[in-house]
């Protein structure tokens, strides 16, 4: 009975290595069209800066050569921000910032205000007339308390990083972890968005592996986000897992900027408290 079983389990396992399992599938994908891409992080102390840009569909051929940059980048629009009676003109220039590396073709020399509650109204006219609109308001930040490193007991060469911070739990905060090892233009060892809903104590804590040496450079970086950044981030983090996956739903992203234009992008603040050190 033993070899009727295995010879019927081969015979059936060769026939079905003989079929042609694969069959070629046609897909009708209407057609895209591009939209405005704004992208302003309103940084206390640096300049009023934007990024505006044109999205491409996902099979667009992208042509990462010289002219990528004046095919992507939108220009001869009209972009203003007002706060506190205050309305700033941001030109359209080409600008950078070195580290991290960061890209702008809107930018004002006035320098962006630190006091928390102010609301900035963002106001985009588009060269053909279409419009944009977007707010956001100045978190306080929320500052590190302590950075303690500890050294693996059963590897003591081997160390990592705690990072405490103080939360209030009578109000609902986002917050953005990012650490980095050796430069803030290294990928980043963690990077991702939490809130305080399920925290039962003020302090919380954020670690690292025990991949750390003596020498190695850490930083450890806390922002504290707008609920419409948290949204944007998270639904940028689920279209991109959405991309890689055949069978998956697409997700849209969740923008905080209108208007007839139909852009997507984020208008927010960017606040965060930043502690580098090496490990000794």
């Not at 070629?24 to 992080?41: F, K, N, S, T, W």
């Not at 203003?80 to 004002?108: C, G, M, R, V, W």
């Not at 944007?232 to 890689?244: H, K, M, P, T, Y």
């Amino acid at each position: 009975m033993k070899q009727i079983h295995f010879l019927i389990v081969l015979m059936t396992a060769l026939s079905l290595g003989a079929c042609n399992l694969t069959r070629d599938v046609e897909i009708d994908l209407p057609a895209y069209e591009g939209q405005p891409v704004v992208e302003c992080y309103l940084e206390p102390g640096k300049p009023f800066r934007l990024l505006l840009t044109q999205s491409y569909g996902f099979f667009d051929p992208l042509g990462l050569d010289s002219s990528f940059l004046d095919k992507t980048l939108l220009q001869g629009a009209s972009v203003q921000i007002t706060y506190d009676n205050q309305t700033i003109s941001l030109a359209n220039q080409l600008s950078f910032e070195p580290s991290p590396l960061k890209l702008f073709n809107y930018t004002a020399p006035q320098i962006v205000p630190a006091t928390p509650g102010i609301l900035y109204q963002l106001e985009i006219t588009l060269a053909d007339g279409k419009r944009i609109t977007g707010q956001t308001v100045m978190l306080p930040k929320v500052e590190i308390d302590s950075i303690p490193v500890q050294f693996n007991p059963n590897e003591p060469d081997k160390a990592r990083t705690l990072m405490y911070i103080t939360d209030d739990l009578q109000e609902t905060n986002y917050y953005r972890r990012m650490l980095h090892y050796s430069s803030l233009d290294s990928f980043p060892e963690q990077d991702f968005i939490t809130n305080n809903r399920f925290s039962t104590t003020p302090s919380i804590a954020f670690g690292s592996g025990y991949d750390l040496e003596v020498g190695d450079t850490v930083y450890n970086t806390i922002f504290h986000i707008t609920s419409d950044y948290y949204d944007f981030l998270e639904s940028v983090n689920l279209a991109i897992s959405a991309s890689f996956n055949p069978f998956g739903q697409p997700s849209p992203i969740k923008s905080n900027v209108t208007g007839d234009a139909n852009p997507l992008g984020i208008f927010t603040c960017l606040v965060y408290d930043r502690d580098r050190r090496v490990i000794e």
